[in-house]
């Protein structure tokens, strides 16, 4: 896939970009230890150390990012802080900005001109009490299914499904053919994503909302949610729980199974495999191609250092994580899309084609993480897991969800 820098800027910010005035310290925690996503960080490593710094990595095994971030918050805690740590969008890291922990980038927001060259539902998401706290990096959506093309050609598969009826219709066939149907990775928040995919796929950004914002877990649709996210599990393989997402995303990839319903850092992995989008593997939005594209990906955070130098080396990171050559060559690996309007976009692959579209047309989404407090999301998704894992009837299960999300 190839996101190209617009020329003229890449000049630009090749020539604004000056080095550190002596070779800096940054350590940085972040999860992104699976093929696709390490090959995606060294991008930033070597942006840093281009400009004179040295990198220290402490990646944090752990898909979806619990461990990394529980280390973050007691070390920062702790008073042993990295230079920068990943947070998702949303409200993960609300509780160290009210510490008052964290250094905000409002002067390197405004000589970036951040306000002009992000879109405005990423500033919403990613200012607080209208201060930016975080650097955005991406752009990445959880409500996509991905799939073998081979697999589902033998299968008989021929076109995308775009509504549920029409996805379980291919999940037989290719269960039929003795293939396991469904990839997951038997992990809380893995679950959780299943779920939310089927939520819009039932109920599109309506139901969507009226769960996470409303906090409204009440209805025929939340129902049919329900019942047709356990439907699944017949599809699913015995290996799946505590399954890696990225070893769930290799059986798509090694044809031992058909589909995988997972966030786009899965594309990493295929593109890590030198997997062709629309050869190899195909792609599309849980619910069809039209679904609102909620906020999802990843931002920095700098927590205040003890040194007079942290400061400097933090706003470095930042400057170069969202300048338009890094973020192109970044984003080509992970799998998301560039977090800035001004890059070029035309020649993106036909999955990234679709999130690029998404911003076009304004159809991004507030995600359950800017919707939610984490403990509530926690509690969801336990909720969630348990109704999975267990033979818990529906009614049991909307009525844990309902409490949880009011917590
Ligand atoms: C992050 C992705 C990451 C994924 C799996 C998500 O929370 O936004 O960047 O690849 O977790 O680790």
Sequence with gaps: ?????LAPMALAAGLALSGLAHAQKAEVIHWWTSGGEAAAIKEFAAAYTKAGGTWVDT???GGGGAQARTVMANRTMGGDPPTAAQYNYGRQYEEIIKEGLLNNLDDVAAKGNWDKLLPEKI???VKVNGHYYAVPVNL???NWVWYNKAVLAKAGVTKDPTTLDEFFAALDKVKATGVTALAL????????ITFRGVLLAV???DLYLKTFKDKDASGADFRKAVESFKK???YVDPGSPGRDWNLATAMVIQGKAGFQMMGDWAKGEFVNANKVAGKDYGCFMAGGP???YAIGGDVFVFPKGKDKDTAAAQKKLAELMISPAVQVAFNNKKGSIPIRTDVDTSKVDICAQQGVQAVKENRLLQSDNELLSPDAKGAFEDAVSKFWNSDQSTDDAIKAMAIALKR
Excluded: C, D, S, V
């Design 1 to 5: 896939m190839t996101f190209r820098p």
């Design 59 to 61: 990646p944090i095994a």
């Design 123 to 125: 500033k919403n998401a």
């Design 140 to 142: 990445h959506n959880e």
């Design 185 to 192: 990775g038997g992990q809380g928040w893995q679950e959780g």
């Design 203 to 205: 109920g599109g950004r």
């Design 232 to 234: 699944l599990k017949a």
């Design 290 to 292: 039209k679904m609102p």
